[in-house]
């Protein structure tokens, strides 16, 4: 039988990304064995952005708990704010802005997971 992993934000390094963003995974592969979906926590600080880019085979959802931004799309602009979950599909560009004077904080989940969150991705 398949053992219970727990983990912590505090005992995960962060990922400092450009423009000014954090990202821990918590759950892939690589962290706790994960084989169908990987889940983490982004901070994009104010006025920095999650910049354009697509999930080609992944699903992807995402649960704002703090802040203000725009999940913008090439066909629409989703006011985000606390509360809020986003489904983006495979395939669809997409980018986050933080538009508040406040850290933009969000959950995200992908299935499957990226190669990059894989042991040898």
């Not at 999940?71 to 006011?79: C, R």
């Amino acid at each position: 039988m398949p053992k219970l992993k727990v983990v912590n934000i505090k005992d995960v390094k962060g990922e400092r990304r450009e423009p000014p963003r954090m990202s821990w995974i918590l759950i892939s592969e690589k962290m706790v064995g994960s084989q169908n979906l990987s889940m983490g926590v982004n901070e994009t600080y104010p006025g920095g952005m999650v910049p354009d880019h697509v999930h080609e085979k992944e699903e992807e959802v995402m649960l704002f708990l703090a802040g203000r931004g725009m999940f913008i799309t090439d066909d629409e602009q989703v006011p985000l704010e606390p509360g809020m979950a986003v489904y983006n599909p495979p395939g669809g560009k997409h980018r986050i802005v933080n538009t508040g004077d406040e850290v933009l904080r969000f959950v995200w989940i992908y299935a499957p997971q990226l190669k990059t969150h894989r042991i040898g991705g």
